[in-house]
């Protein structure tokens, strides 16, 4: 568990850089065509911000799991790696469906705040598991 919790963090870290790269640069630069809006590049960057922020999270659960209640924990680093394939996937998606050529991404929009949730249960079974901590 802890190898494939470090084996996530780091490749959906390395793919968190590279999104908010193109965001930065690529994306950004697209805004003129009309094919991505303000809207679509912001809420791929936050995209790429909750990716980051929970492959580091990934990464210290992975460090911290044998301190803890072991099921607790892995429960809560299974829930970071759904929010985050759910969650940002999602919005990587729907923000840039017109660019890529896609037609309508917006059955995906249901998806993001279930990934949103996997992702605040996960942030719940750390507290849970610090308080059973004896």
Not at 49 to 60: G, M, W
Not at 81 to 98: D, E, P
Request: hydrophobic share 55%.
């Amino acid at each position: 568990m802890k190898k494939r919790f470090l084996v996530f963090s780091g490749f959906s870290g390395a793919i968190g850089v590279a999104l908010g790269a193109m965001a930065a640069h690529f994306l950004k630069s697209k805004l003129e065509t009309g094919l991505i809006t303000e809207d679509n590049l912001q809420a791929f960057e936050t995209a790429a911000k909750y990716q980051l922020f929970h492959s580091i999270a990934l990464l210290v659960l992975a460090a911290f799991i044998d301190h803890f209640n072991e099921k607790l924990i892995a429960k809560a680093g299974y829930c970071f790696m759904a929010g985050i394939v759910l969650f940002s996937g999602s919005l990587y998606l729907l923000t840039t469906a017109k660019l890529m050529g896609l037609s309508d991404m917006r059955w995906l929009g249901p998806i993001t705040p279930i990934g949103g949730l996997f992702l605040i249960t996960g942030w719940l079974l750390i507290a849970y598991a610090g308080l059973k901590k004896k």
